[in-house]
């Protein structure tokens, strides 16, 4: 399934953002999804999980009680709300599908060879 990344860009400290991610396809409804990102001179590291259905999330400790992931398998889009904004979240923020299996195993970016252009998030304080 092919994904596009958007919704990024410039905000203050404290600022908020909605970030989305679009599938070209309604195979999208079979696949877990995650959102992932990358900083300038880091690693690319996990960053939310959402099942196939909605029910079950999963959200690395960096954001959790500040994010939020969601999804419409109607749309086939996933979003990712993106609140309390902090410069360490300053990235390029990419989606992508999950192998089945489980959060425990399959939020590994280092799983995943194909990424798409990921969108820029630039936080500044």
């Known amino acids: 399934v092919q994904l596009v990344e958007s919704g990024g860009g410039s905000v203050q400290a404290g600022g908020s953002l909605r970030l989305s991610c679009a599938a070209s396809d309604r195979t999208f409804r079979n696949y877990d999804m995650g959102w992932f990102r990358q900083a300038p001179g880091k690693e690319r590291e996990f960053v939310a999980a959402?099942?196939?259905?909605?029910?079950?999330?999963l959200y690395s400790d960096s954001v959790k009680g500040r994010f939020t992931i969601s999804r419409d398998n109607a749309k086939s889009t996933m979003y990712l709300q993106m609140n309390s904004l902090a410069s360490e979240d300053t990235a390029v923020y990419y989606c992508n599908s999950l192998y089945s299996g489980g959060f425990d195993s399959t939020t590994n970016p280092n799983l995943y060879d194909d990424w798409g252009q990921g969108t820029q998030v630039t936080v500044s304080s």
């Open positions: 959402i099942s196939f259905k909605g029910d079950k999330t």
